[in-house]
């Protein structure tokens, strides 16, 4: 691990990776490549060509230099679908300072966690969500800067940092540290995904190139942009490289998402399957014309083959299965695949550089066709998560392979079925819920005296959670609605929170005295 808390990747597999070509001298920061006349993104009012939005981002650029960011810096950037998060990403990576990208739906437990760890030097964020002040958190930052989308109050705003260009003083090297993505964190608070310039580079160009994304691309994006499928798998960023059209959407809601796919013809469109499932009942009573789509992208979590097949059918659109993570691997279904192979499988991995083991607990490579973890590495994939030593002893073998946690099959033909996780997660419709890091807020109650986490299937949403709850003796037992209280007053994001609670009085255990949550999750009806 370098100074700055970055794994490389081993010197004769970065020259390998520069030899055959996956590796570029390529910045984040050059992939507006469309007619500068085109337009670029469309965001609620906004229309951007190429042109504007290239100018926007050297004039914002110039901005966070006068606040003093430069090169190597690290910026939590928490903003919504907006031009304004598009035109902070690039304005940041052109001057080399990497974007943290977190969540809309964060707050001060995790965004105070990400600006410590990434000794942030700024925080950007939005003014308000609904109810929520998000400058009233930024009061309790430890950065040095705050920007804000909207009402700044005290705050510099996002706005006021577009003035004249500027020379950048140091430009981004290739190998530098880009973005850092946010881990879906199986133990508690996230952990950082360092991407560079060059192997994020890849992932969105070789992402477009397989999705068959053109300069006649209308990309609508539904789910958050600061997430890794939204942002470069392909993308907005994939978008971007072979010229098309973002249109940002505020959610995956068929009452905001069909009139913009009528309006702006959109004919690509990234989604988690509870979207999926949702924009498949909502054609019925929909009136807008969908008949511009021609891909829905579904991933996240596993779809249904019932449901993939139902795809082309009833919006008129191919589907395209997706199993990736920030980490690095991606998997897709072709475009030229046999229907059999998109609806039943998680698609084949991305580039012919990635390296895939399915190994049974011993690390030992299972038979072709049983189910075992996934492990993988390559041109994209991590080596190392930022300033995590302890972490990254376990989460990759000696030989510099991830393990994913993800129990997979292969194929002959090399595509993956996704069969379940060893991580203890629970993924909520795409959102990944760390069952370690909501018993530990649940165990800071004053009435729970122990608490277990496990998912429950659920048609919709893939998993919900359901907390096991043992009450401390002669305290009143809190309900849904007082434990949801609660974790909002401890800044936890609120797809975190509880579905379901279950008070038990004492917890089964398994041999060694672990809490079996597989005997919990027994217990439940649905």
Known sequence: MTADGFTPWPADLAARYEAEGYWKDALLGDVLRGDPSRTAL?????????????????????????????RGDRVVVQLANSAGFVVTFLALVRIGAAPVLALPAHRESEIRYLCELAEARAYVCADRDGDFDYRAMARTLPVEHVVVEGDAQEFTPLASLDIDPVDVPERPAPSDIGVLLLSGGTTGLPKLIPRTHRDYVYNLEASAEVCGFTSETVYLVVLPAAHNFALACPGILGVFA?????????????????????????????????????????????????????????????????????????????????????????????????????????????????????????????????????????????????????????????????????????????????????????????????????????????????????????????????????????ADPPTLKDLKDFLRTRGLAAYKWPDRLEQVDTFPRTPVGKISKKALAATLTP
């Open 42 to 70: 469309v965001a609620g009012s906004e229309r951007l060509t190429y042109a504007d939005l290239d100018r926007r981002a050297d004039r914002t650029a110039a901005g966070f230099l006068r606040l003093g960011v430069r």
């Open 242 to 474: 072979t010229g098309g059209t973002v249109v940002l959407a505020p959610s995956g809601s068929p009452d905001e998402a069909f009139p913009l796919i009528e309006r702006e013809r959109a004919t690509v469109c990234a989604v988690v399957p509870p979207i999926a499932l949702l924009w498949l009942d909502a054609v019925s009573w929909s009136d807008e014309d969908l008949s511009s789509l021609e891909l829905l992208q579904v991933g996240g979590a596993k779809f249904a083959a019932e449901r993939a097949a139902e795809v082309p059918k009833v919006l008129g659109c191919a589907v395209q299965q997706v199993f990736g993570m920030a980490e690095g691997l991606l998997n897709y279904t072709r475009l030229d695949d046999p229907s059999d192979l998109v609806e039943q499988t998680q698609g084949r991995p991305l580039s012919p550089a990635d390296e895939v083991q399915v190994v049974d607990g011993n690390g030992t490579p299972v038979p072709p066709g049983e189910v075992g973890e996934l492990l993988t590495r390559g041109p994209y994939t991590l080596r190392g998560y930022y300033r995590a030593p302890e972490h990254n002893r376990r989460a990759f073998t000696p030989d510099g392979f991830y393990r994913t946690g993800d129990l997979v099959r292969q194929l002959p033909s090399g595509h993956l079925i996704v069969e379940g996780r060893e991580k203890d997660q629970i993924n909520r419709g795409g959102d990944k819920v760390s069952a370690e890091e909501l018993e530990n807020h649940l165990l800071a109650h004053p009435a729970i005296h122990d608490a277990a986490v496990v998912g429950i299937p659920d048609e919709v949403m893939g998993e919900r959670t359901c907390a096991f709850l043992v009450i401390r003796e002669q």
